[in-house]
């Protein structure tokens, strides 16, 4: 049973990471008007997931140390909840909930390979 626990753990991660990716991308949508919306919806989640998959997934070429590692996570998963709060804010409150309860597991269940490799 712990098993499956942690591999939902593992799975929830990765939504968490898409939807913060999602939130980013709805939020510059709607911050712009016309143009610079839809080029803040498009790049503001490229430059998120480019930063994440260079330097804070588990694959990253060029890992930080573990105190830069945590200040990019909570960055990369915190700021999303944080710029929904104006415009959603019970779903921005359900998902920094489910990050902050991914995080709690990952730290009780010692999942740290879901971090680094």
């Given at each position: 049973?712990i098993?499956?626990l942690?591999?939902?753990?593992?799975?929830?991660?990765?939504?968490?990471?898409?939807?913060?990716?999602?939130?980013?991308?709805?939020?510059?949508?709607?911050?712009?008007?016309?143009?610079?919306?839809?080029?803040?919806?498009?790049?503001?989640?490229?430059?998120?997931?480019?930063?994440?998959?260079?330097?804070?997934?588990?694959?990253?070429?060029?890992?930080?140390?573990?105190?830069?590692?945590?200040?990019?996570?909570?960055?990369?998963?915190?700021l999303?909840?944080?710029?929904?709060?104006?415009?959603?804010?019970?779903?921005?409150?359900?998902?920094?909930?489910g990050?902050?309860?991914?995080?709690?597991?990952?730290?009780?269940?010692?999942?740290?390979?879901?971090?680094?490799?």
């Amino acid at each position: 049973m712990i098993r499956l626990l942690r591999k939902l753990n593992a799975a929830l991660r990765f939504t968490l990471e898409l939807m913060g990716l999602t939130a980013i991308g709805y939020w510059g949508f709607h911050m712009g008007n016309g143009w610079m919306g839809w080029l803040s919806g498009i790049t503001l989640p490229l430059l998120f997931a480019t930063v994440w998959g260079m330097f804070g997934s588990p694959r990253a070429p060029f890992p930080l140390p573990q105190n830069g590692r945590l200040m990019l996570e909570a960055l990369i998963f915190g700021l999303p909840g944080a710029l929904l709060l104006g415009l959603m804010p019970v779903k921005a409150i359900i998902y920094l909930v489910g990050v902050v309860l991914n995080r709690v597991l990952i730290v009780y269940w010692k999942q740290e390979n879901l971090i680094h490799t």
